[in-house]
């Protein structure tokens, strides 16, 4: 039987303090993106419509079609290395990674959001039509909101999927979770104990986000959670 | 008035003209054309050939501003489109609020009004799934009623009804009919037609076959295809 000795992660304060950053790293990295990739999709999704200018249209559609069949980690030096060189100018690879992961997130969102739009029955069209609703109210107030909400589940789903990919921002050095993961075994050579304690703390990161999510949605969509 | 999907002519040479005031049933067999007819007069579908003149306003196809028009008109639903996000009150509160440009407060008070024409204030805390079939369409006429059109046009209001709620929203049409509204309805209702109607229309191929007061229509039918159409519903 193999002998855990996860006191060899406890017993040194940089390793905790590591482990504590790293996952707030992690968090909050997913989370602004999160937040910044959902306002960046969101307007990915709606210029996929019809009666969008089709210049618009189908550049957004090849960037949603570009980041959806790449890799992150691809996409993610890209950001880090390819850019700075593009532009001349460095930015810290923190930004990078926050950059490449609202970009990333936005992809996904779009699709997952367009496909809400799409299913709303057309009787709400013609209805707010008949009303007199201007084409940006009948977006606004009629088929986001209804949208959202049916979609809301596949966007938890997928973001929590996203943040458990976000791991990868530690290839650039970016001192994330999976960072301080690293580190610690580096250090004690107990990779397996460090990677248990890595998986819980992700569970729990990602129960939290669950939470929030759940949360947010009460806040946002009442009339939904409300029987 | 024409209208085509592709090659196929849904409507063919209509002409029809409605005063003020009048309440006409038109009736047919389905695939006959008579919801694209009345989904034409407020341009929810364009026409082809012909004009359309609704309160002097005129139709054409590719019209820019179709909410011209549509101010004039009020549309209740088969499936009836209330907006399942917003409480009855406010189904009835957002348009005014977005197309009138009325403030919350006149659009509460105005909405209140015509829940309670309808016969239905106390639901309007409520959300639209949790009423009938019947309450439902009751606020789709509500709804419409709050936008103040001169004309409404009903598109086979208690098609998608309970037998039993198929009464409740047929009184409050003719509520509104004896009010003097004019009114165009897509409807077998043949209660109704011959109750309120001034005028019945019959549609079979996309045509106006046959036109004449509820009395002559059921009565007296001239076309062949009209007596069918009568042999089978009554």
Redesign the interface.
């Known amino acids: 039987m193999f002998d855990f000795r996860f006191y060899e992660i406890w017993r040194s304060e940089e390793f905790i303090s590591a482990l504590l950053s790293g996952a707030f790293n992690s968090f909050w990295l997913s989370a602004v993106g999160g937040m910044l990739g959902f306002c960046f999709g969101l307007m990915l999704a709606i210029s996929q419509d019809k009666t969008v200018f089709w210049g618009v249209r189908y550049t957004a559609r090849s960037y949603i079609e570009i980041v959806r069949n790449t890799p992150f980690i691809v996409q993610l030096f890209f950001v880090a290395f390819g850019l700075p060189l593009l532009f001349d100018y460095q930015w810290s690879f923190f930004a990078s990674a926050l950059l490449a992961i609202t970009l990333n997130f936005s992809a996904y969102f779009a699709e997952i959001v367009r496909s809400g739009i799409d299913t709303i029955d057309k009787g709400q069209l013609e209805a707010a039509k008949s009303l007199c609703f201007s084409k940006r109210q009948t977006l606004f107030d009629i088929i986001l909101p209804q949208a959202l909400v049916k979609v809301y589940p596949s966007l938890t789903s997928q973001f929590v999927f996203l943040f458990l990919t976000t791991g990868l921002v530690s290839e650039i050095s970016v001192e994330d979770l999976t960072w301080a993961g690293r580190f610690i075994s580096d250090r004690n050579f107990r990779d397996f104990e460090v990677f248990i304690v890595l998986t819980v703390i992700y569970i729990l990161l990602a129960w939290l986000f669950k939470l929030i999510l759940q949360g947010i949605k009460r806040l946002a969509f009442p009339w939904s959670v409300n029987k | 008035m024409s209208k085509w999907y592709d090659d196929f002519q849904v409507l063919k040479d209509i002409d029809l003209s409605v005063a003020f005031g009048e309440r006409i049933v038109i009736c047919g067999p389905s695939g006959s054309g008579k919801s694209t007819l009345i989904r034409c007069l407020?341009h929810?579908e364009e026409h082809q050939k012909g004009s359309i003149t609704v309160n002097d306003i005129s139709l054409s196809p590719g019209m820019k501003n179709?909410?011209k028009v549509?101010?004039e008109?009020?549309?209740v639903?088969q499936?009836f489109?209330?907006?399942?996000?917003?409480?009855i009150l406010e189904n009835c509160m957002?348009?005014q609020q977005?197309?009138?440009k009325r403030t919350k407060a006149e659009a509460r008070e105005i909405g209140m009004r015509f829940l309670e024409r309808v016969k239905i204030p106390e639901q309007s805390d409520k959300?639209p799934r949790q009423l009938s079939g019947g309450q439902q369409q009751r606020v789709a006429i509500a709804?419409?009623l709050c936008?103040e059109p001169k004309i409404m046009l009903f598109d086979e209001p208690t098609s998608a009804l309970d037998p039993e709620m198929v009464s409740e929203v047929l009184d409050t049409m003719i509520e509104l009919a004896e009010s003097g509204m004019t009114m165009l309805c897509v409807t077998h209702e043949m209660g109704f037609a011959r109750k309120v109607a001034d005028r019945v229309i019959f549609m079979d191929a996309g045509k106006i076959v046959e036109s004449s007061d509820p009395e002559a229509f059921f009565s007296n039918p001239q076309h062949p295809r009209t007596k069918e159409f009568l042999g089978q519903i009554l």
């Open positions: 407020n929810l179709p909410e549509r101010r008109v009020g549309m639903f499936s489109n209330l907006f399942p996000h917003l409480t957002l348009p977005r197309a009138l959300y709804r419409a936008m």
